[in-house]
């Protein structure tokens, strides 16, 4: 078993990796940057003030420009969810079987 450089895991004889807590975590917070619809560029560029707790000024506009587009797909994402409870709601009214779609 060795430790690998940087400390974010230990590498075993089978070259299987075993990652640290905060390795993994690090891949899950990139993960969900990258769901939210931000650049590979942003994410590296924000990883390192993560570890750190340090960020400069450019980077902090950047990031609050990004959260705009991250709040309108909330809001929409809310809309859909409402509808679709409207939908659900009126269907479960008129028994178990609900009402056929018109079409």
Known sequence: MAVQPGGVGVRLALQARLHTFTAVD????TQQLYAAGLSSRTISELLPCVVTGEVTLELLDRLSAEQDPIDM??????KTRDRLDGIITTATAVGDKGRPCPG
């Open 26 to 29: 690090r891949v899950q917070l």
């Open 73 to 78: 797909k909330i809001s929409d994402l809310v």
